[in-house]
């Protein structure tokens, strides 16, 4: 079946340190990818829409300098977290919807993300 | 924007026990899905259902969608330690039926089955 990879898993860096997130999808191709931001315990917020050859689509009150959306490729979508914080801190998930009726997003194992 | 309101949003229960989640809406979905997530992973679907009235059935889980396609429930029978996770539903509000849009995501139910 249809397979997204994301990385790192785990990331723990210094407050001020730009971090990158990659999300592949390993054997089919995703014009369309979403980004999500999870808290401990509770659902999945959407960030933003990742669209291949044009700018990415954020949500309401998603800062779109702090948070750097670059889709270059047909299999490749990127989350750049500038000069993260600790309020930064959280766990983010990547996923590529389905192709065909009703089928389901394919989603990332996600990244653990620990400003200190 | 959150359609989709589970409830309960946290169920802690012993072992052996029954439970339903709900998710409920007031908009019509062309398909809905459950999926379980356990903690540093991501979510990992268990069943869509596309059909108003529909009932599926994974072993120990079952899953319907309301006859109107605005709401679904979920009922685990005799719920184990292992049941334990965040339960999400998902909703494709494209009357179409999924043509790459986003899902819209359920509030989320954290389950913990105590042994």
């Given at each position: 079946?249809?397979?997204?990879?994301?990385?790192?898993?785990?990331?723990?860096?210094?407050?001020?340190?730009?971090?990158?997130?990659?999300?592949?999808?390993?054997?089919?191709?995703?014009?369309?990818?979403?980004?999500?931001?999870?808290?401990?315990?509770?659902?999945?917020?959407?960030?933003?829409?990742?669209?291949?050859?044009?700018k990415a689509t954020y949500e309401q009150g998603v800062e779109k300098d702090k948070?750097?959306?670059?889709?270059?490729?047909?299999?490749?979508s990127t989350l750049t977290v500038t000069s993260a914080h600790p309020e930064d801190s959280s766990f983010y998930i990547c996923s590529a919807p389905g192709t065909g009726l009703n089928q389901p997003q394919h989603f990332g194992d996600g990244t653990r993300l620990s400003i200190l | 924007t959150q359609l989709l309101e589970q409830s309960p949003q946290f169920l802690s229960i012993q072992e052996g026990e029954n439970l339903?989640?709900?998710?409920?809406?007031?908009?019509?979905?062309?398909?809905?899905?459950?999926?379980?997530?356990?903690?540093?992973?991501?979510?990992?679907?268990?069943?869509?259902?596309?059909?108003?009235?529909?009932?599926?059935?994974?072993?120990?889980?079952?899953?319907?969608?309301?006859?109107?396609?605005?709401?679904?429930?979920l009922h685990i029978?005799?719920?184990q330690p292992g049941d334990t996770g965040l339960y999400l539903c998902a909703g494709d509000?494209?009357?179409?039926?999924?043509?790459?849009?986003q899902f819209y995501f359920g509030t989320g139910t954290s389950l913990t089955v105590i042994p």
């Amino acid at each position: 079946g249809a397979v997204v990879s994301q990385h790192p898993s785990w990331v723990i860096c210094k407050s001020g340190t730009s971090v990158k997130i990659e999300c592949r999808s390993l054997d089919f191709q995703a014009t369309t990818m979403f980004w999500y931001r999870q808290f401990p315990k509770q659902s999945l917020m959407l960030m933003a829409t990742s669209n291949e050859g044009s700018k990415a689509t954020y949500e309401q009150g998603v800062e779109k300098d702090k948070f750097l959306i670059n889709h270059a490729s047909l299999t490749l979508s990127t989350l750049t977290v500038t000069s993260a914080h600790p309020e930064d801190s959280s766990f983010y998930i990547c996923s590529a919807p389905g192709t065909g009726l009703n089928q389901p997003q394919h989603f990332g194992d996600g990244t653990r993300l620990s400003i200190l | 924007t959150q359609l989709l309101e589970q409830s309960p949003q946290f169920l802690s229960i012993q072992e052996g026990e029954n439970l339903t989640v709900y998710c409920n809406s007031s908009s019509v979905f062309s398909s809905l899905q459950w999926y379980r997530q356990e903690p540093g992973e991501g979510p990992v679907l268990l069943v869509t259902v596309v059909t108003g009235g529909e009932v599926k059935k994974l072993k120990r889980l079952t899953f319907q969608f309301g006859d109107a396609r605005k709401d679904s429930s979920l009922h685990i029978t005799a719920a184990q330690p292992g049941d334990t996770g965040l339960y999400l539903c998902a909703g494709d509000p494209t009357t179409q039926g999924n043509t790459g849009n986003q899902f819209y995501f359920g509030t989320g139910t954290s389950l913990t089955v105590i042994p």
